[in-house]
């Protein structure tokens, strides 16, 4: 009882303090002057991996707070399948889904490029072009139109894809703080010269939730701590952006790739086992979401004795359910296996459990990421859940640029933009 009283103190406490913040971020982006922009649009997409929708509700960023409540708020951002990190990444800039955009998963076989695995840590797989050349992100669409972008991490900048690469981009380095990142997009966002025009487009990747998340589990001070520091870096991300007299002129989408489950240690499905039988077949995918291929194992009889797990459901991979969509990719293996939330698959006994886990059926509660859009052009809007694929279109508007083909319905398009000459708020509650 009277730990629940002082939560709800230590929450009251830090609402009145997103108050305030409301009110800093509302009074400042409609009449700030822009003494060095004269008001040329920026448009930042930051990707908060691993923001579970109801992060935002724990008391621990009242920066993000202030946003939500300022600018448009999703119930939930929903994963493409599978929902995990490099595929939703990629989702988010194209407007595809894996098998459109060609990164189906983290970790990849394709016997159309040989040997080589693609795997996140794997330098030379994720800069080798031959992965990417399926996908056009949003940075390659906005230079063949002339915008400029700068992009402090994001899956497939660090690579030329199409021939074009953002103007600004570093190799990614997991051990650079979330203030650091913020304080070097902010160098390259603030160093506007004759010859070196400003940005039209940034990104901003903050990892450390999803670290925290994965190690200690959704619901640890470990990850309260990594939201409090993530919102901090997004405060004085606002705060440089202000000086610099950008803000008034800038569009922040925030957008999470999916979220995090909870998986006890004694949870784990022990996928050595079910492969017993069949020494060819062997996982190219393990975790929540699982791939098998097959070697020359005869698939029915795989099928019949992976369906004696009870907390495991496997197709072909001709046959997953539509909602999850297309799967047909050669990079895609021949089995997909999709583990009841809160298991997850493994090939080999692990010595320690990995107590937070994605990759879970992209409509279940727990892999909701977060969505705020704020920026003179959002009008306040409360949204439900929307497909990730949404975020896309959006910023091709913020951009005023063509979109390349997408599968998005332009859902927040219609939703979230202020009309010219409309009243906010008038035309849906
Ligand atoms: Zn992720």
Known sequence: MSSRSAVARACRALTGLALVWAGLVLSVWPAAAAPNSGGKPLTILIGLDGFR???????????????AKAGGVAQGLTPVFPSVTFPNHVSLVTGRRPAGHGIVNNTMWDPRIGDQVFRLRDRQAVTNPAWWAESEPIWVTAARQGRVSSTLFWPGSEVKIRGLQPRDWLPYRHDMSSMERVDHLLGWLTDIRPDRPQADFATLYFSEV????????????????????????????????????????????????????????????DGRGLLRPFPAARWQWTGPVSGLALGDEDKAAVLAALGKSPHLDCWPKALVPRRFGDLNHPRVPDIICLARTGWSLSDQLLSFPIPGQHGFDPDHSDMQGLLIVHGPRIRPTQ???????????????????????????????????????????????
């Open 383 to 429: 949204l439900g859940r929307v497909s990730n694929l949404e975020v896309y279109p959006l910023l091709c508007v913020l951009l005023g640029i063509r979109p390349a083909a997408n599968e998005s319905k332009g859902i927040l398009v219609d939703q979230l933009l202020q009309r010219p000459g409309s009243v906010v708020g008038s035309r849906r509650r």
């Open 210 to 269: 999803d670290s925290e998340g994965h190690a200690h589990g959704p619901d640890s001070p470990a990850v309260h701590q990594a939201i409090a520091r993530v919102d901090a870096a997004i405060a004085r991300l606002i705060q440089g952006l202000e000086r610099a007299g950008l803000w008034s002129s800038t569009h922040l989408v925030i957008a999470a790739d999916h979220g995090m489950s909870y998986v006890p240690a004694d949870q784990q499905i």
């Open 53 to 67: 929708v109801d992060y935002l509700t724990r008391g621990h960023s009242p920066t993000l707070e202030a946003l």
